[in-house]
């Protein structure tokens, strides 16, 4: 549990687990009244000798992935390789849309492969015939970036500073890795990066070895795969709870950082503060009348026991080793659904767990009971794969739900 003001231990980190029963899915499935949310989910299949990208956005409805045997996404769009969205882009919604932007191109020399970060961003309306349109470039390109709406403002951050090339330019000189965008001047503002970005090592890249990160964080030796990986996965962890932001640092466990995130219309300006909040890998906060709940999962850390670890629980079977991306998404209510990727046979295989929960007040405060659905499981083929000549692979890229 968290609130606003500090985070607080409520309970234990082990929720009480069961899975939900036949006459209970079809008591919940002739009451589901929300017909039209659906959750959308963004493939990037990646091809050719220079690192090209096709996006594919498929969508399911929420009745179906929770209740229906019947499984099959449904192909909404399609964003083929083009100059303004690159390898490694970010996919979020807001403003009851759904938006893919950023990423990076790698740009070649003599010396160095040099991964030229984007600033285009696409968007969706989810409700009608989705045709695309193009929002205003962002200041500065992003890798990966977070997409998300508060309260009427729309933002956007880079997941990780970009990795730069070795010529002398001191990491302090990325900027605008945080934005902010202005409906009314219909252009992206620039906002204080988070500190831990200038606390943490930015790594230079060349394609002079046979690829990997030193013992001195340097990425030494590139081909596309391995800096995309670079790029790709990020040393950062982030939790956005109401109009909080949180962002830890790797080096640093014991705290992490936080702003306010102005609504629209707020006054300015947006600071940031260390926060006594820890925790890290993929975290989702679901508000509750009795504060937030923590949702986390990751491999490498074990947090605070108010944040509610997936992997620690025997029901999943989930194989940690297998994961290649993953992430929490709110389904609405107190129901949230972990995805998480991996690949096989060159195909990527992604996993849905759904599980609704309830706090249980208890003497020692609140207990979480979490009652899960039938895990569902897909399996995608490379789009690209006719086009695949070199290599071919294929990357959970996001999802949302609207």
């Not at 820890?278 to 508000?287: A, M, P």
């Not at 989930?318 to 995805?339: A, T, W, Y």
């Amino acid at each position: 549990m968290y609130s606003e003001d500090y985070p607080e231990a409520v309970g234990s980190s082990t929720p009480a687990v069961e899975f939900l029963s036949e006459s209970v899915l079809w008591e919940e499935q002739a009451n589901w009244d929300d017909q039209d949310k659906n959750l959308y989910l963004c493939v990037g299949d990646y091809y050719g000798r220079r690192g090209k990208v096709l996006y594919v956005v498929y969508r399911i409805n929420l009745k179906a992935l929770l209740f229906s045997e019947d499984l099959e996404f449904e192909t909404v769009f399609e964003v083929p390789d083009n100059d303004n969205i690159g390898n490694c882009a970010g996919f979020g919604m807001g403003l009851s849309m759904i938006f893919l932007g950023g990423g990076f191109k790698a740009k070649y020399s003599k010396e160095f492969v040099v991964p030229e970060p984007c600033t285009g961003i696409l968007a969706y309306q989810i409700r009608e015939i989705f045709e695309g349109g193009h929002l205003a470039h962002f200041l500065d390109g992003k890798v990966r970036p977070l997409i998300w709406e508060v309260e009427g403002n729309l933002f956007a951050l880079a997941r990780n500073p970009p990795p730069r090339v070795d010529t002398g330019i001191p990491a302090s000189e990325w900027r605008n890795c945080f934005e902010m965008y202005d409906r009314a001047q219909g252009r992206w503002i620039g906002l204080p990066d988070p500190p831990s970005y200038a606390e943490y090592p930015v790594a230079a890249v060349d394609e002079s070895g046979g690829g990997g990160i030193d013992e001195e964080e340097e990425f030494v030796g590139c081909d596309n795969s391995a800096l995309r990986r670079h790029c790709y996965y990020s040393s950062f962890s982030y939790a956005i709870l109401g109009s909080q932001l949180f962002v830890s640092n790797p080096n640093y466990h014991e705290y992490s950082y936080k702003c306010n995130l102005p609504s629209k219309g707020e006054n300015w300006p947006v600071e940031w503060k260390v926060s006594s909040f820890q925790f890290q890998g993929v975290t989702l906060g679901v508000q509750t009348a009795q504060g937030f709940v923590v949702f986390s999962y990751d491999v490498n850390c074990r947090p605070p026991e108010y944040v509610l670890k997936l992997e620690d629980n025997p029901y999943l079977n989930i194989k940690l080793d297998e994961v290649q991306d993953s992430q929490f998404v709110h389904l609405g209510g107190q129901k949230v659904c972990f995805l998480y990727s991996r690949m096989r046979d060159s195909k990527l295989l992604v996993t849905a767990i759904t599980f609704g929960f309830q706090l249980e007040q208890r003497n020692s405060g609140f207990k979480v009971k979490a009652k899960f659905y039938p895990t569902r499981n897909w399996e995608f083929q490379n789009k690209a794969g006719s086009k695949a000549k070199v290599w071919g692979t294929e990357q959970m890229v996001g999802a949302v739900v609207g």
